[in-house]
Every structure is written in structure tokens, then in C-alpha cells.
């Protein structure tokens, strides 16, 4: 499955990645992760106007929401 390869590409790191950096792991726009955060089907961490992401709770979510086609 795409979303294994992302994980495995991952690997062990923990770290917080904008919403640009998220687009591009994953394989969708901008606009379309902002639309998924209104929606409630992705989760983020907010500091201050940063927006921020853990990749692997992401590809989590949009898996489990079915939107996992890009990822």
C-alpha cells in the first residue's frame, strides 16, 4: 500500500511539518489539506498562526477517513 511506503519513508522521526511540507508528503494541495482541517478529518497542532502537523497522524487519519488515495 502508498500509505506503508510514506510511513516506512518516515521512519522513526517525530517531528512537526507545515502545511506545505504536509501537501507534499502526502501528495495533496494546500487547499485541499486547509478544507480537511475544516472539515475535522486531519488534526493539527496550532501555535500561534503557525499551523502545524505530525505526518505519521495524518497519513493515519486519511486513511481511516478514506482519503487516502493520494497518500
Do not use: W, Y
Not at 512537526?16 to 493539527?44: M, N, W
Amino acid at each position: 500500500m502508498i500509505s506503508d511506503g510514506v510511513a516506512e519513508r518516515l521512519g522513526n522521526q517525530r517531528r512537526l511539518v507545515d502545511r506545505p511540507q504536509l501537501a507534499e508528503i502526502v501528495g495533496l494541495s494546500v487547499a485541499t489539506i486547509d478544507r480537511r482541517i475544516r472539515a475535522g478529518k486531519i488534526s493539527c497542532i496550532r501555535d500561534g498562526r503557525r499551523v502545524l502537523f505530525d505526518p505519521a497522524v495524518t497519513i493515519s487519519e486519511l486513511a481511516a477517513n478514506g482519503g487516502a488515495d493520494h497518500v
